[in-house]
Nanobody, 127 residues
């Protein structure tokens, strides 16, 4: 499966963005999905994850209450809605897919579970 992330850009603090991750090559419903980010000079960190059915989601403490992950399997797309953005949210955001065998299995927060990665989209939040 190939993943294409889009929707990044430059936004002022307090603003919103919606990232999209579209899969091609295979139905996205056969994969759990996650968003990770990496800021300059920092390690990649988990942001949010969603299981295959969309019934289980996880978000990192740093973004909980501000970011929300969702999916529309019919569109082969996973979204990350980001609100109340802060300068510390500035990073390259990556979407990833994991071959979770169970449709209603848990959303995965660890990067090692993920088998496929998109190319990343830059999010810059100005103060």
């Amino acid at each position: 499966v190939q993943l294409q992330a889009s929707g990044g850009g430059l936004v002022q603090a307090g603003g919103s963005l919606r990232l999209s991750c579209t899969a091609s090559g295979r139905s996205f419903s056969t994969y759990g999905a996650g968003w990770f980010r990496q800021a300059p000079g920092k390690e990649r960190e988990f942001v949010a994850a969603i299981n295959r059915s969309g019934g289980d989601t996880r978000t990192a403490d740093a973004v909980r209450g501000r970011f929300a992950i969702s999916r529309v399997n019919a569109k082969n797309t996973v979204y990350l809605q980001m609100t109340s953005l802060k300068p510390e949210d500035t990073a390259v955001y990556y979407c990833a897919a994991d071959r979770g065998p169970i449709f209603t299995g848990p959303a995965r927060t660890e990067a090692d579970y993920y088998d496929y990665w998109g190319q990343g989209t830059q999010v810059t939040v100005s103060s």
